[in-house]
């Protein structure tokens, strides 16, 4: 089974998200959204502008078996001051479907080559300690737990509603930018 999960994610194509891509970029947005342990979002951006708005956008990755794409990985800048230009929060979220079959591995070797080609030297994420999956993988890259952000919000939908969560909190430094 392993191999066979590998294979998928070796065989998932990344590339840089296009405008044509949103519809499904958004779609299994919600679906993460919709597991409760994904995020405390309740629902997409409701544009591609508005997407692009919060993101650096040579940043924005879509991984697609065939035709159809089945996850996606962007980072957002954590602040608009200069001094933190090269630091980035990671978001990556993978269709139900595809989920331990190595897509999200792919995206996110992917994600952090695109960080470095622009300048970013230390990645951050923010999962829900229920999120074990997503915890393992971006340890597999890399990442290591710095702190966990204890009541950090309060869930308003789904199967943790009216529920305050942990939020673990995750970085990496690039071996690669950043070291003068």
Known sequence: MKAANRLTGEMARVMLMAVEDWPA??????????TGRATFETAPPATWEEWCKAKINTCSLVARTGESIVGWAALSPVSSRRVYVGVAEVSIYITAEMRGKGVGSRLLEELILASEANGIWT????????????????????????????KLGRMEFGPYQGQWRDVLFLERRSKAIGLD
């Open 25 to 34: 970029v958004a779609a299994i947005y919600q679906e993460g959204i919709d």
């Open 123 to 150: 990645l951050q994420a923010g999962i829900l300690s229920e999120n074990q999956a997503s915890v393992a993988l971006h340890l597999r890259h890399g990442f290591r737990v710095v702190g966990v952000r204890e």
